[in-house]
């Protein structure tokens, strides 16, 4: 793939978030001219990292540090980044919550994932509380499990299926209660 072709895809982007901003436009520090290239670097950098998808703070953070921008220079492209709207913890964290519910996980397996991106605390909690109710990740792990039926169908022996279905949602994060109920069900 051309790489320019993800360089388009952020222009357009970028100049329909700049739209909505006021047409706000990436500050350029005005320091010593090596440091401005190197944070103007960062920032393209970052820019980059931002148009395959939402990242989180911590999550851009750690990629541009990874490529061996200097701690200075990342905070300041990361926090422009802010400013501009490019980068939401919050907007981040609803759409990945999302996105782990459709490939059905539980609320453990969410907030473990979460963690993993820097995404975490009484905020992040509060979006995965009203998202993630008990009826539907009850429905969510029935729903895993009738699509994973034939799997378990093999195992001829009760004992070791009920085991193989407890381990298998307990794996993808649902709460024991909802697991025995599941499997009480089964007979």
């Known amino acids: 793939m051309n790489s320019d072709v993800g360089i388009r895809k952020w222009e357009i982007k970028g100049r329909r978030q700049m739209k909505e901003f006021g047409n706000q436009q990436p500050k350029t520090s005005n320091t010593a001219n090596s440091s401005t290239d190197s944070y103007q670097k960062a920032l393209n950098a970052a820019l980059r990292i931002l148009t395959g998808r939402d990242h989180s703070k911590h999550e851009l953070t750690r990629k541009l540090n990874q490529r061996g921008f200097t701690p200075e220079d990342v905070e300041n492209a ?19 919550i999302r996105q782990l519910i459709l490939k059905g996980y539980g609320a453990k397996r969410i907030r473990q994932e979460m963690n993993k991106k820097g995404l975490r605390g009484r905020r992040i909690e509060n979006i995965l509380s009203e998202t993630v109710s008990d009826t539907a990740e009850r429905e969510a792990a029935e729903r895993i499990l009738k699509k994973n039926s034939k799997r378990f169908e093999r195992e001829s022996d009760l004992k ?28």
């Not at 926090?79 to 964290?93: A, F, G, M, P």
């Open 78 to 96: 990361v926090s422009e980044c802010e400013r501009l709207d490019y980068i939401n913890d919050e907007r981040t964290s609803r759409a990945h």
């Open 160 to 187: 070791k299926r009920r085991g193989k279905i407890y381990r298998f949602l307990y794996a993808r994060g649902f709460p024991q209660e909802i697991i025995g109920e599941l499997i009480a069900k089964l007979g």
